[in-house]
């Protein structure tokens, strides 16, 4: 399984961004599809996740009210749009995807940067 993420960029404080993630390779059958992302000297932060089933999702705290996440189970793809971006909201972001047995995530795209300028 191969994720692939696309959408970051460059965006001023109180703009928006849409970050996609197209899952592919066997057959697909995830769990939860989420995000997390990281900036220099931090580790790795929860961002949001998605039941693949049901589409309950999930948030951390900061983000509440301002990103959300979405799926399109016909494309195997998960959305995030983050609006009133803030420039704490900097950082790479990684798609991942929890697919079998695991009780984590046990797959990660590769990063895609978001840069909020104040």
């Known amino acids: 399984v191969q994720l692939q993420a696309s959408g970051g960029g460059s965006v001023q404080a109180g703009g928006s961004l849409r970050l996609s993630c197209v899952a592919s390779g066997r057959t697909f059958s995830a769990k939860y599809m989420g995000w997390f992302r990281q900036t220099p000297g931090k580790e790795r932060e929860f961002v949001a996740t998605?039941?693949?089933?049901?589409?309950?999702?999930y948030y951390e705290d900061s983000v509440k009210g301002r990103f959300t996440i979405s799926r399109d189970n016909a494309k195997n793809t998960v959305y995030l749009q983050m609006n009133s971006l803030k420039s704490e909201d900097t950082a790479v972001y990684y798609c991942?995807?929890?697919?079998?047995?695991?009780?984590?995530?046990?797959?990660w795209g590769q990063g895609t940067q978001v840069t909020v300028s104040s």
């Open positions: 998605i039941s693949w089933s049901d589409g309950r999702s």
């Open positions: 991942v995807a929890l697919l079998g047995t695991s009780r984590s995530y046990n797959y």
